[in-house]
C-alpha cells in the first residue's frame, strides 16, 4: 500500500495539455478561412400592396358580414309585415262579410261575450276583483 501512495507522490503535478501560443485569438479567423464564401442576400422589398393587403381583405370580410346580416333581418322583418298585413286583411275581409250577413240581437252577443269570458277564465278573474275585495 505504501509503494502506491509513494508511486503517487513521484507523479509530477504539472498539466501535460498545453494549447499554442494565441490559439484562441486566431480560432475564429481560421474557422471563417474554412468556410465557403456565402453571397450576401439583398432583403426583399414589399411593396404597399403587400402590407396593406391584410387589412384590406379583413376590412372586406366585415363590410361582407355587416350586409349580411342587414339582408337577413330586413327580410325577416319585412316577411313579418307582409305577413301580418295579409292576415290583418284576410281577417278584416272576413270579418266584415261574416257580420254584415249574421242577424244577431243584442242579448245574443252579450251572451257570447259572456261565454267567451267564461271559457278563457277571464269571468272568474274579474268576479273575484270586484267582489271579494
Known sequence: METKINKLNEIDKKNPFT??????????????????KKEAVKPKTVSMWDKVKPWVYMAAMFIGIF????????????QQQNSANQIATIQSTSTDDYWSKVQITEEEFY???????????????MYNQVYMN
Not at 490559439?23 to 471563417?32: A, P, V
Not at 342587414?70 to 319585412?78: G, P
Not at 251572451?111 to 278573474?125: C, K, V
Open 19 to 36: 494549447v499554442p501560443e494565441g490559439y484562441f485569438i486566431r480560432l475564429n479567423e481560421e474557422i471563417m478561412k474554412h468556410l465557403p
Open 111 to 125: 251572451q257570447y261575450l259572456e261565454d267567451q269570458l267564461i271559457n278563457d277564465g277571464y269571468y272568474d278573474y
Open 67 to 78: 350586409f349580411t346580416i342587414q339582408l337577413l333581418t330586413k327580410n325577416t322583418t319585412n
